[in-house]
């Protein structure tokens, strides 16, 4: 088979390797989507300290069961599947609680085990214990299935924010995963969804999934103009899904009282902390989030709203690229003139 494998920053080769054959508690899996990542920009450009080279990394995932082990039951060959990215040791309070993604002891597919950018791939047995392998519905291609990893990931996010109908929602970045949170946040009853990013080029691919304003913060204030879009209040939601501590300090300013923030992207290493007014979150009431990855309930809900149409995985999707153009495709990324890039297998 082929693989593209990553052996350190700006180094990925592609290879031929034998096709892996699974134990008796493993499935194989024959890849036929693997969406790439902002994570897997910043692996090939950076490295990260739990993808140890030589790896093959790709977690956004969708495939035919090719082969079973001898011992795993509910999976058969042919099953059209897509995987849950986090891998928990099955034993910790939040293991239990379902909560994988916040094991401490994660160990995720495409970062610890072998990922989706090669012709087949294995399912560890770690990770069909805990059910990660789930089923496409009909009706949903493989590229749109590869979608519901970062879509899951937004519900997560979401989950803490509780939108509603008559919120105003301000989501800084307009990655995909900035989009998806539009998307997202319109289908919870958000009235008002406002965009901001300081990169021309992306705005305009965000115009996919059109929101009530687009701000292009570098050029305008974005607290003064929020602030005017909101008759002074700020906005009911803010949702920073960009790795910028300067938004995130800025998003006090711009949330209106009882308010409640997400701070969705995570900062880089060393840039990691930021300053702020304590007593704003004191006074107005302020509620502020985290999001980290998802689980397997959220992936069921991504998967399920894809399919019922009420969110369009297609829209995202502006790229499609062989898997011997991986690499192509991470800088068409880099270069903000993709949206959503898949790698499609053949």
Do not use: W
Not at 113 to 127: C, K, L, R, T
Not at 242 to 260: D, F, K, N, W, Y
Not at 303 to 329: C, N, Y
Request: glycine share 10%.
């Amino acid at each position: 088979m082929k693989a593209v494998v990553f052996y350190g920053p700006g180094d990925m080769r592609i290879e031929e390797r034998e096709i892996p054959q699974p134990s008796e508690q493993e499935v194989l899996i024959k890849m036929k989507a693997c969406a790439i990542c902002g994570t897997d920009v910043r692996i090939y450009s950076f490295g990260q300290a739990n993808v140890k080279p030589p790896q093959i990394i790709g977690h956004e995932i969708a495939g035919v069961v090719s082969q079973v082990g001898s011992k795993i039951k509910g999976c058969r060959e042919g099953d059209k599947i897509t995987l849950v990215t986090a891998v928990g040791c099955g034993k910790c309070r939040y293991c239990l609680e379902g909560r994988v993604n916040l094991c401490h002891h994660i160990k995720p597919i495409g970062y610890y085990y072998s990922g989706g950018f090669a012709e087949y791939m294995i399912v560890p047995a770690e990770a069909i214990r805990q059910g990660s392998i789930l089923k496409i519905p009909e009706g949903l291609s493989f590229n749109e299935a590869s979608l519901a990893e970062p879509l899951s990931c937004c519900i997560n996010g979401q989950e803490y924010l509780n939108i509603g109908l008559g919120d105003r929602v301000v989501i800084v970045g307009t990655g995909p995963i900035g989009c998806m949170h539009a998307e997202l946040a319109k289908v919870s009853g958000a009235t008002k969804i406002i965009l901001a990013d300081i990169s021309a080029e992306r705005l305009k691919l965000a115009k996919v999934v059109e929101a009530d304003v687009y701000i292009n913060s570098e050029k305008e204030d974005l607290v003064k103009r929020v602030l005017e879009e909101t008759q002074g209040d700020g906005a009911d939601v803010v949702i920073t899904a960009c790795p910028s501590p300067q938004v995130q300090a800025q998003s006090l300013s711009m949330t209106a009282i009882r308010g409640r923030i997400c701070f969705f992207g995570g900062l880089p290493h060393g840039k990691s902390r930021i300053d702020f007014d304590s007593n704003i979150i004191h006074y107005r009431e302020i509620s502020v989030h985290g999001a980290f990855a998802s689980h397997h309930s959220q992936y069921q809900k991504a998967l399920d709203l894809f399919v019922s149409g009420r969110i369009k995985a297609s829209k995202f999707i502006t790229h499609q690229f062989p898997l011997k153009d991986l690499v192509k495709g991470i800088e068409t990324i880099k270069e903000g003139k993709a949206l959503k890039a898949v790698v499609v297998m053949n």
